[in-house]
């Protein structure tokens, strides 16, 4: 196995395992062990309590419970009160993934985010949801499955609200079993129907919290997977984590996340074990990973294709930014395919290569460019349907597409701190600070040749110097990897 | 000399030098043929947010449209006659025009079983062409590129006018090109440090993303110089309207009349989810439609084109048959499609309209898959291998 340096392996660490780090962090985590710089990764800053990203309280929104009988004009309000929550809650989101000092967390977040894929326009939904999601990013998997459906959020996504016992509705049941534990292929539509049956009755009321209704459940013995009894939703969920299957179904998507596209059959078999004897500690598996040596192998280091999430974050995190209006982060996410709040289908992202196409890769090698020389956004994103079956919400889905529509040919007005970046360069000697620069930003560094980024940087000055490679180095397909 | 073809010839002179020192015999080709007939194009306009296909479409003899849609039927002294039972909407007179002239092909009740009414998932069905029940993450004209263009010089085969490619054109291993103006692509494309990286970027990499960003890199730059390059041979003389869908159909058109590689073309058109006010809405954006076609169709005409291409319309799916208490329609299932060329062996209405005794939950029941739409037209008019791009079997029509 190819060996790599230290600073590589641990800049490695802080992409996977966060939105990279600069220079002073990496330097000082390369002075250290492995496992002291793993666990700090896992555990996060000791007095951490979870910040929360929230935009709304329950009590701010009207009651829901008249909303049959509210005015015109009360609706209106709640819709925009919906839509801009939403984009708070996307622009909170992004602001915490770049400031955070326990990136993982946010980090996995962002991978069950993809995973339990859901659209709601109730902007209260979507805030328990993420919470609960972050709340649980690196604990029990069991714990996160179970709160993530009793949800309102999925609950209504996954139409359980109609699942009654005269009528079952399938669709939760089905996706619970599909993608939220087992995957394809494992279960057969009688398991599904049984488990419908099971999840009769879950619903949410009108403030937003799960509710069982007992009328609605259909108590009579259901057989699912090889087993019979008179279950409910939480037996559902039991027997599901009881299969092995589930386990190596979330190892192998997060090898896959956090390692490489490709599959290693014989890795992910080890570490879906671990990860079922410990009760699907999700810390334990993460642990198991960060630590192998395998992971800090030459072939997997900077072979990852960067989400539009981690690009931005990226970005952001090496030179810190403040925008003028902070939901142009919106059009950028939407340009590049990854809105927050709005995964493409139940399925959530696809990653990987999906990311890359002719237009998005143009797009994102101009990124730097467009925030950094404040440049014109000339990429008109495409409009967002409105989710929901219903009429209800789509005005809201209107006033968003007129957002991002308005964004067009704008300038993008970011004040850039540069100088804690600039001083991290403080020691390096001018002869190798493109080298250096390179070093930093890229995990396959020797690829950019400084000659290269010599003919096209500011030399009149230090500062100029070192911004101008940086945003050039930034504007590499290399730096879409990560 | 003669054995090349005008557009070659155009090529390798100078093209100001080529138009005035054009000697007389090639001049007289001017109205003729600017690409050699036969190659056959496909045009897909989607109707984003779910176009209402019974007030597009309209069975205006029948009561219980009028009973369902009080205030949102289309009136029959309104609607343009089609025939006995069917009419078309009034605001879409260039496609009646095209329908007198047998251009025009009408499929009814398309749908796929069990249906989904939300937007983002329905689109998602018909641009993956997958089963309801099941999510691919790539697109049928994205399979379409994985099956024809393997190793292919210029992979323009399939371009969308649009800043963002749609995931109809995005393949396992081939995507299509998102293209608004070919200027800008080429100005983008054009950047002296991306092609400078590109250059320095000479050894096969151990990492095979590295490998895959630059070759996705490298073929946007080369296929920009080429679309610009073909972009520039033809520029319409025709009026085409100045919205945006007849900016796109005009750009469409120039591409369409240059010898490009190109076989199908994707452009979107909306918003059509009509909630509230319907009728002002879809009348406009029919407006647009009708008046973009038709000055495309006549751009194809007047070049001897019309022969080679087809028009696909779809939407994600139709509308409730009641309206609802806004004046508008919520969510519905199967819809109309249009089916446009000078080649077409059906035209017309090809099969029943809309049958309104037969609801399910007040819903209309889909007659045809779409997918045997796809299977035709890659079949039949791409000479695609289309049960593998489409990983089933689907019968195939008989429009073309």
Redesign the interface.
């Known amino acids: 196995m190819p060996v790599v340096a230290k600073k590589l392996e641990m800049q490695h660490l802080a992409w996977r395992a966060g939105f990279g780090e600069t220079l002073p962090v990496i330097s000082d985590w390369e002075r250290r062990r492995r496992k002291e710089i793993v666990n700090k990764v896992l555990i996060g800053p000791k007095r951490a309590e979870l910040e929360s990203i929230d935009v709304i309280n329950a009590t701010d929104l009207p009651d829901y419970r008249r909303s049959k009988d509210m005015t015109a004009e009360q609706r209106k309000t709640v819709n925009e009160m919906n839509t801009q929550g939403i984009k708070d809650l996307s622009v909170a989101w992004m602001n915490m993934m770049q400031k955070s000092d326990h990136p993982l967390r946010e980090k996995m977040s962002l991978f069950w985010h993809g995973h339990f894929a859901c659209?709601t326009q109730n902007v209260l939904f979507n805030q328990q949801l993420i919470s609960e999601i972050r709340n649980n990013a690196l604990g029990n998997f069991g714990d996160l499955l179970t709160a993530v459906s009793k949800s309102p959020a999925m609950l209504q996504f996954l139409n359980n609200q109609q699942n009654r016992k005269q009528h079952p509705n399938e669709n939760f049941a089905?996706e619970v079993m599909e993608l939220f534990t087992m995957g394809r292929g494992h279960y057969a539509e009688t398991d599904i129907k049984e488990a419908a049956r099971a999840f009769t009755g879950w619903g949410f009321d009108e403030d937003g919290q799960f509710v069982f209704r007992e009328k609605q459940h259909d108590d009579g013995i259901k057989n699912i997977l090889g087993k019979s009894g008179n279950y409910n939703g939480d037996d559902v969920l039991k027997i599901l984590l009881e299969q092995k299957q589930t386990a190596t179904f979330i190892t192998t998507k997060l090898f896959k996340y956090f390692v490489d596209?490709t599959p290693d059959d014989t890795l992910i078999q080890s570490l879906s074990e671990k990860f079922y004897h410990s009760g699907y500690d999700i810390k334990t598996l993460m642990r198991e990973i960060f630590m192998a040596d395998w992971f800090y192998d030459?072939?997997y280091i900077?072979?990852?294709?960067k989400s539009p999430i981690e690009l931005l974050v990226g970005i952001r995190r090496t030179v810190p930014m403040a925008f003028e209006q902070e939901e142009t982060m919106l059009v950028f996410q939407r340009?590049l395919?990854q809105m927050l709040f709005y995964p493409?289908?139940?399925?959530g992202w696809?990653g990987g290569?999906?990311w890359?196409?002719?237009?998005?890769?143009?797009f994102r090698?101009?990124v730097p460019q467009v925030i950094l020389y404040s440049q014109v956004l000339?990429?008109?994103?495409?409009?967002l349907?409105?989710?929901?079956?219903?009429?209800g919400n789509?005005k809201m889905?209107?006033q968003i597409?007129d957002f991002l529509k308005r964004q067009f040919a704008k300038k993008v007005n970011a004040r850039i701190d540069w100088d804690p970046y600039v001083q991290g360069y403080a020691d390096v000697p001018r002869e190798n600070l493109a080298d250096t620069i390179a070093g930093v930003l890229l995990q396959?560094p020797g690829?950019?040749?400084k000659t290269?980024l010599e003919?096209?940087a500011d030399t009149s000055s230090r500062e100029g110097y070192i911004k101008t490679v940086t945003i050039?180095v930034m504007?590499?397909?290399?730096y879409?990897?990560c | 000399m003669l054995i090349l073809n005008r557009r070659r010839f155009l090529q390798v002179g100078s093209l100001a030098s080529a138009a005035v020192l054009m000697p007389k015999f090639l001049k007289a080709l001017e109205t003729g043929a600017l690409v050699p007939p036969g190659n056959k194009v496909l045009v897909i306009v989607q109707l984003s947010g779910g176009n209402d296909g019974l007030n597009t479409i309209i069975p205006y003899r029948n009561d219980i449209y009028y009973r369902s849609r009080p205030a949102l039927g289309i009136k029959r002294e309104t609607a343009l006659s089609l025939n006995d039972d069917l009419g078309i909407h009034p605001s879409l007179d260039g496609l009646k025009a095209l329908y007198d002239d047998g251009s025009l092909g009408i499929l009814n009740n398309v749908g796929y079983p069990n249906p989904d009414r939300s937007h983002f998932r329905s689109m998602d069905i018909w641009h993956s062409a997958s089963k309801a029940e099941e999510i691919w993450s790539d697109g049928w004209v994205g399979r379409y590129l994985d099956a024809q263009c393997n190793g292919c010089d210029k992979p323009t085969q399939a371009l969308e006018i649009d800043d963002t490619l749609s995931l109809a054109l995005k393949g396992e291993h081939n995507k299509g090109l998102a293209l608004t103006d070919p200027g800008r692509l080429s100005n983008t494309s054009n950047d002296r440090f991306f092609k400078d990286l590109l250059q320095q970027h000479a050894h096969e990499d151990e990492h095979h993303n590295v490998e895959y960003l630059y070759k996705t890199m490298g073929e946007t730059i080369s296929s920009a110089a080429y679309i610009q390059q073909q972009f520039k041979t033809y520029q319409s003389k025709e009026n085409y309207p100045g919205t945006e869908l007849g900016r796109n159909m005009r750009t469409i058109a120039n591409l369409i009349m240059s010898d490009i590689n190109t076989k199908v073309y994707y452009v979107s058109h909306g918003s059509f989810d009509t909630h509230v006010n319907q009728q002002d809405q879809q009348a406009r954006l029919f407006k647009q439609l009708s008046d973009a076609l038709t000055v495309f169709t006549g751009d194809l005409k007047k070049n001897n084109r019309f022969q080679d291409v087809v028009v696909m319309t779809f939407s994600e799916f139709g509308r409730r048959v009641s309206q609802n208490a806004s004046g508008g329609t919520d969510h519905g299932t199967a819809n109309n499609m249009f089916l446009i060329g000078g080649a077409l062996k059906r035209q017309g209405v090809l099969n029943d309209g809309p049958d309104l005794m037969n609801l399910k939950d007040g819903d209309l029941q889909y007659k045809v898959d779409f997918k045997s739409v796809y299977a035709t037209l890659l079949d039949k008019w791409l000479g695609a291998n289309d049960k593998m791009i489409l990983k089933s079997d689907y019968a195939k029509l008989d429009f073309i």
Do not use: C, F, H, W
């Open positions: 659209r089905r596209d030459s072939k900077g072979n990852r294709i340009i395919g493409p289908n139940v399925a696809p290569r999906s890359i196409d002719s237009s998005s890769l143009m090698m101009r000339n990429v008109r994103p495409k409009e349907t409105p989710e929901m079956g219903d009429g789509y889905t209107l597409n396959q690829n950019i040749k290269l003919k096209y050039d504007s590499t397909p290399e879409q990897l």
